[in-house]
């Protein structure tokens, strides 16, 4: 099954993709997500009901703006092994370097977080990630 143009883009029915990736529609958003990250340069939109579907965008942008979109999508909290596949996705695509990359693993680590209070950990983790990004730019 086809279902990325030439550009790089994809509109696909949930059902349809649900049937290719052998999982229920609900699942859908998850797997997606997960797959098409901003960091990797895709916006995902999704659009649920009868006629739902999911479009999945390649943004091409720059490194300072796409680090900005991937500062904008992190939200208040940041848990350490989305910041280490985040980190990952970053130094794969070229977007940072393997020291920066092993600085930053290191930096949001929970080793290194561990005098931070655990309910505190990703908040912290999260603001320090959204820092390093901006340094970069």
């Known amino acids: 099954m086809e279902m990325i143009d030439a550009e790089g883009n994809a509109e696909i029915r949930r059902n349809e993709l649900a049937d290719h ?6 699942q859908i958003n998850y797997v997606i997500t997960s797959r098409f990250t901003p960091e990797q340069g895709y916006v995902v939109e999704s659009k649920r009901g009868g006629g739902g579907y999911i479009r999945i965008t390649r943004i091409k942008t720059d490194k300072n703006t796409a680090l900005m979109h991937i500062i904008n999508s ?26 920066a990359a092993r600085i930053m693993l290191s930096a949001t680590s929970e080793r290194s977080l561990g005098l931070v209070p655990t309910p505190q950990r990703d908040k912290v983790r999260a603001t320090m990630y959204k820092n390093m990004l901006l340094s970069i730019i």
């Open 21 to 26: 990736f052998g999982c229920v529609p609900s």
């Open 74 to 99: 992190i939200g208040q909290e940041l848990d350490n092994i989305t910041a280490q596949v985040m980190i990952k996705n970053l130094l794969s695509s070229s977007i940072i370097g393997e020291e």
